[in-house]
Nanobody, 119 residues
């Protein structure tokens, strides 16, 4: 059974920092691309940051220079360090695991963790 368990969300003031973690089980973590997505009320779920199995990263323009995604394959965990947070970063953040081949694609999601940026 695949599980992605996020933690680290909460309430933070503008300009503050948070570190999200996503612990994965039930998958061969090292071969999966891992990503963070977010969804604000009334909006679609958007990509925030992804990291491939080889360590290549990609970020949404809105978070470049402020957020950093990283992974620890020994711990089956992906992280999202969020600095200089802004009110518009408020959303539910979801962890994603993706593996694609010529045969099939596999996508798994965590339950989400709330991040609220407010004074």
């Amino acid at each position: 059974q695949v599980q992605l368990v996020e933690s680290g969300g909460g309430l933070v003031q503008p300009g503050g920092s948070l570190r999200l973690s996503c612990a994965a089980s039930g998958i061969i973590f090292s071969i999966y691309a891992m990503g963070w997505y977010r969804q604000a009320p009334g909006k679609q779920r958007d990509m925030v940051a992804v990291i491939t199995s080889g360590g290549t990263t990609n970020y949404a323009d809105s978070v470049k220079g402020r957020f950093t995604i990283s992974r620890d394959n020994a711990k089956n965990t992906v992280y999202l360090q969020m600095d200089n947070l802004k009110p518009e970063d408020t959303a539910v953040y979801y962890c994603n695991a993706h593996f694609g081949s010529i045969i099939d694609n596999y996508d798994y999601w965590g339950q989400g963790t709330q991040v609220t940026v407010s004074s």
